[in-house]
């Protein structure tokens, strides 16, 4: 009933893009701090963006500055990620979250509510 669900992940070559959505059901999202964040095999969940619920600032990881762009469509409750010019590294499993405070924290454990991941994998 409560609910958030990524979705637009998928094979890519590098210097490819995607975008990513999470979707919200049941609450409002745009009351709410989002993250995305992102898990690739043997290493550990890192923080990729972040957008504010009170302004709707953004953070990057330096990762990922300059090509990946965090947003909002409150008419569709959600969040989107575009990614472009990506790279093998950036292939992980993509999370998005909620936290109930209205600034971004960049950290993982700050998050109350996720979602179940979307593949996204970036090979030639």
């Known amino acids: 009933q409560v609910q958030l669900v990524e979705s637009g992940g998928g094979l890519v070559q590098p210097g490819g893009s995607l975008r990513l959505s999470c979707a919200a059901s049941g609450f409002t999202l745009r009351y709410y701090t989002t993250g995305w964040f992102r898990q690739a095999p043997g290493k550990e969940r890192e923080g990729v963006s972040c957008i504010s619920s009170s302004e709707g600032s953004t953070v990057y990881a330096d990762s990922v500055k300059g090509r990946f762009i965090i947003s909002r469509d409150n008419a569709k409750n959600s969040v989107y990620l575009q990614m472009n010019n990506l790279k093998p590294d950036d292939t992980a499993v993509y999370y998005c979250?909620?936290?109930?405070?209205?600034?971004?924290?960049?950290?993982?454990?700050?998050?109350?509510?996720w979602g179940q991941g979307t593949q996204v994998t970036v090979s030639s």
């Open positions: 979250a909620t936290d109930d405070v209205d600034y971004c924290s960049g950290t993982e454990f700050d998050y109350d509510f």
